[in-house]
């Protein structure tokens, strides 16, 4: 059974940082492409980062770049988000997502897992 779990969410003012982490298990994890979405309530799931499997490439949603760094740990089966500089339209709930699709990395069909998110406020 594969089980992503998110955490390190929490209340931060705006220009604070938080280090999201998301711990795979059930899974190759070093075999999966593995990224970041986030929603917002009433607005729909948006991406963030993504990560390759090797930890080559990275992409990011224009609205993070410069202030977001994903990174994962194969030995330890997680992944990270490095969130800086953090602004009140960055609050929303972050979910971890896993894959073998390169493609369309920023589509959320493209994703087989999901984990239950872990929530981000940010105060102004």
């Known amino acids: 059974q594969v089980q992503l779990v998110e955490s390190g969410g929490g209340l931060v003012q705006a220009g604070g940082s938080l280090r999201l982490s998301c711990a795979a298990s059930?899974?190759?994890?070093?075999?999966?492409?593995m990224a970041w979405f986030r929603q917002a309530p009433g607005k729909e799931r948006d991406f963030v980062a993504h990560?390759?499997?090797?930890?080559?490439?990275?992409y990011y949603a224009e609205s993070v770049k410069g202030r977001f760094t994903i990174s994962r740990d194969n030995a330890k089966n997680t992944v990270f988000l490095q969130m800086n500089s953090l602004k009140p339209e960055d609050a929303a709930l972050y979910y971890c997502?896993?894959?073998?699709?390169?493609?369309?990395?920023?589509?959320?069909?493209?994703?087989?897992?999901w984990g239950q998110g872990t929530q981000v406020t940010v105060s102004s």
């Open positions: 990560i390759s499997w090797t930890t080559s490439n990275t």
């Open positions: 997502a896993a894959t073998r699709n390169y493609r369309d990395y920023d589509v959320l069909s493209s994703y087989y897992y």
């Open positions: 059930g899974l190759t994890f070093s075999t999966y492409h």
